[in-house]
């Protein structure tokens, strides 16, 4: 066969092929970065969420301990009395800059304990860490 019965395919034709393939692999690059963009900001915000429940437990913690060496003193460590009593207040205080909007609520009855921090993250949503034990 001669070759010039094969068909020619015109160059004019095939000419703007290569730049559809080229957008159309920059679209792909550029859409599986935007997704690893969008994992990067949600493992952030998952990260900074389990740090503050952390925190929310070490404070809890950490009152625990207090109480537990101050046993005579277990009734100012009450939500009422707790401004009044420095140990407390200055646990509180911890609470409130540790964790954001952290408020602490301390019950205290014939030695059962309950401390319920509460606390929201920036996107609005309220959380709650409840400890309770029994200082006997």
């Not at 019965?5 to 559809?20: C, E, K, N, Q, S």
């Not at 859409?31 to 990067?40: E, I, P, Y």
């Not at 646990?91 to 009855?109: D, M, R």
Request: with cysteine; charged share 15%; net charge positive.
């Amino acid at each position: 066969m001669h070759p010039s019965t094969f068909p020619r395919i015109r160059a004019r034709a095939v000419r703007g092929f290569m730049l559809i393939e080229v957008l159309v692999s920059v679209l792909l690059f550029s859409v599986g970065v935007l997704a690893l963009v969008g994992l990067q900001a949600n493992m952030n915000q998952a990260q900074g969420a389990a740090k503050v429940r952390t925190d929310a437990s070490y404070l809890a913690t950490e009152l625990t301990g207090l109480m537990w060496s101050d046993k005579a003193n277990l009734s100012n460590y009450t939500t009422g009395n707790c401004d009044g009593y420095a140990r407390c207040k200055a646990w509180k205080a911890k609470v409130t800059q540790a964790l954001p909007n952290g408020v602490a609520t301390v019950s205290v009855i014939a030695g059962d304990i309950t401390i319920l921090i509460t606390w929201s993250l920036p996107d609005g949503a309220s959380h709650q860490y409840l400890s309770e034990t029994s200082i006997s």
